[in-house]
């Protein structure tokens, strides 16, 4: 039954409500006194400059990249990296949607944000490393390139980062209170999430196939014929152990975010996700064998980036599988979620090793970031965070939305169930 | 040019072939460890816990609300509205009433304290407000024909709506999910000892609690009695 309730228009304008969460400016600024908003304030006041420096002045000014290394931290980290520990919005949107294990829900729109923004600030690290940024649209609409293995990369990235978009829409909407369209925006969903989960497992190799460029250049240890498919798998990993390490982060920060009976049992899906990451890595192990095998370099395990390769191998590979295995069997969610902090360490650590530490190993010249390099990639990290921070403080992300209580009774006309 | 030779070939081959043998026979083992999680709880504390969630006593305590100790329930709506009302306790233990005076859109309510009251021949028990903030609508239709008798508390028998600011603090100093069960529990408990041997079948005995219990109990004095549970 619905009955019309009268109730008065607020006094509240649209940004004081959506932007400044009710409060008025000056309450609103008195909360961003935090350590945190400290830190990430100096990273800016030092980064943006530094940021604005390589954009005036060119990348030779700004780094230390050279036509033997013109790929650098950016690419490695902020592109790499970022792709990669991106991958929790697919492998969610693929447990819950295709797989059907409707137990993760709670987990997935906080992991799609996580794919949005990092695919989001991948192409924001790219920008800063192309040396014509403003062509980067380019290879979509200009000047295609069929024969690259960057068109595959471009157009991936382009189609990918809408699709999450398309399916992250209707949280945006629920924020805007836009229930109409909301609708429609979820029906777009589950096609968006389909085409999203395809074009996932295409360009998490296709950076891999990426590097099947250069069989001289990098080092027989991590070439293989298997790269894209040493990336794809990898990237599962990634997207299991970011999801945990998020939601972990996500709850102890934003626990005012979670409404009485929307508390999830995290512990149970920790351990899930725990146990499909520890089967995922045991298995990518014996891959990677197979890589060396293949190769035939075993003897190369005794020289010094041998040695670094094992450190790879047995610290964030083997080690992990054994400690997610020991966590879930022991029904320790925390085990779990300290042996995923490691997992996301390690395939940074696999990332790097590939795109710099592996890369032009054989080279006379080589390769180390200058300070602009690092201060730009953890100034865009820093700023990626705040943007998470934001949009989880202001959209239905971790809290539940009803559609017949929305956000509407701010303008003045609301029906009461 | 191919590196290998056709020996090394074979003999790479052979080493792949054994990595994906080891890989298969080392996965069943290994799949055996993870999946038997060790931890399991013993069939007592299972049955237990079962028991004590289907036990809601008499009085409804959704999990999705959050209680304040005076009886009173607030459930956000999105963004920082929250609508508020009295529980299913006060309700039943208050039954019918004349009229409920609550605020006018626009005043001010506070936590903890008064945010509507009920009248009944001729006595006014209060109640206190679960949340800070500015009343933006009310139930007219709950205020002006608050005959509970079939009206649901959590649902069309809304009192306010209140815009909270300070959502997020107020919440922390509600009752929620196992931790208001518990409270209600405790409460239950409290009522049993002032129930009185005249007051009829009742849920000690396996009846229904009576809607207008606190009159029951003593008719001069109920109002006292809802105050006291109230904690105004």
Known sequence: ?417 | MMPHDLPTMYSAKAVEYLIAVAFLLLFIPFWRFVDRERVTAPVAVTTARRWLGQVVDWFAVPSDLYFHPGHAWARVDGGDVVTVGMDDFAQKLVGGVSAIALPEVGARVRQGERGWSLVYDSKSVDMLSPVDGTVVAVNEQAAGSPRPSGRDVYGDGWLLKVKAPRLAANTKQLLSGPVAKRWMEGVCDALRARMSPDLGLVYQDGGLPVEGMARDLDPANWDEIARAFFLT
């Open chain 1, 1 to 417: 039954m619905n009955e019309t309730v009268p109730s008065a228009r607020v006094a509240l304008s649209w940004p004081r409500e959506k932007l400044l969460m009710g409060l008025s400016p000056r309450e609103y600024l008195s909360t961003l006194v935090t350590p945190f908003n400290f830190v990430a304030g100096l990273i800016l006041l030092v980064g943006l400059p530094v940021i604005a420096y390589r954009f005036a002045f060119g990348l030779g000014a700004a780094t230390n990249l050279t036509q033997v290394n013109p790929w650098g931290l950016w690419i490695g980290l902020d592109v790499l990296s970022g792709v990669a520990l991106a991958a929790g919005g697919y492998v969610l949107a693929c447990t819950v949607h295709i797989f059907g294990l409707k137990q993760y829900y709670p987990v997935l729109r906080p992991a799609i944000l996580t794919g949005l923004l990092g695919y989001f600030f991948v192409v924001i690290g790219l920008m800063v490393d192309l040396g014509r940024p403003w062509r980067i649209p380019y290879p979509v609409i200009y000047s295609y390139g069929v024969t690259s293995v960057m068109f595959l990369v471009a157009w991936h990235v382009f189609l990918y980062l809408t699709v999450q978009f398309v399916e992250f829409c209707p949280a945006v909407l629920e924020w805007l209170g836009w229930s109409q369209v909301r609708r429609w925006a979820l029906k777009l969903t589950i096609a968006a999430t389909a085409f999203g989960v395809i074009l996932s497992t295409l360009h998490q190799s296709a950076l891999g196939a990426l590097f099947l460029m250069a069989p001289t250049k990098l080092h027989p240890l991590w070439y293989s014929p298997f790269l894209p498919i040493f990336f794809f798998i990898s990237s599962i990993i990634a997207g299991l152990s970011m999801v945990i390490v998020e939601s972990m982060l996500s709850h102890k920060i934003f626990h005012d975010q979670v409404g009485p009976g929307e508390d999830v049992d995290l512990d149970a899906i920790t351990l899930g996700l725990g146990k499909a990451a520890s089967v995922v890595l045991f298995t990518y192990f014996f891959l990677k064998l197979l890589g060396v095998a293949d190769g035939g370099h075993w003897h190369l395990l005794t020289t010094s980036l041998g040695h670094w390769f094992l450190v790879e191998m047995l610290v964030f590979v083997l080690l992990p599988t054994f400690l997610f295995a020991h966590g879930v069997r022991e029904g320790s969610a925390t085990f779990v979620r300290g042996t995923a902090v490691l997992t996301v360490v390690g395939i940074v650590v696999n990332r790097l090793n590939v795109s710099l530490v592996a890369f032009n190993w054989n080279a006379a010249e080589r390769y180390i970031p200058s300070w602009m390099e690092i201060v730009t990639s953890i100034t865009i990290i820093a700023i990626g965070l705040l943007t998470f921070r934001w949009v989880v403080n202001r959209m239905p992300v971790l809290r539940e939305y009803r559609e017949d209580q929305g956000v509407r009774e701010f303008t003045g006309e609301r029906r009461a169930r």
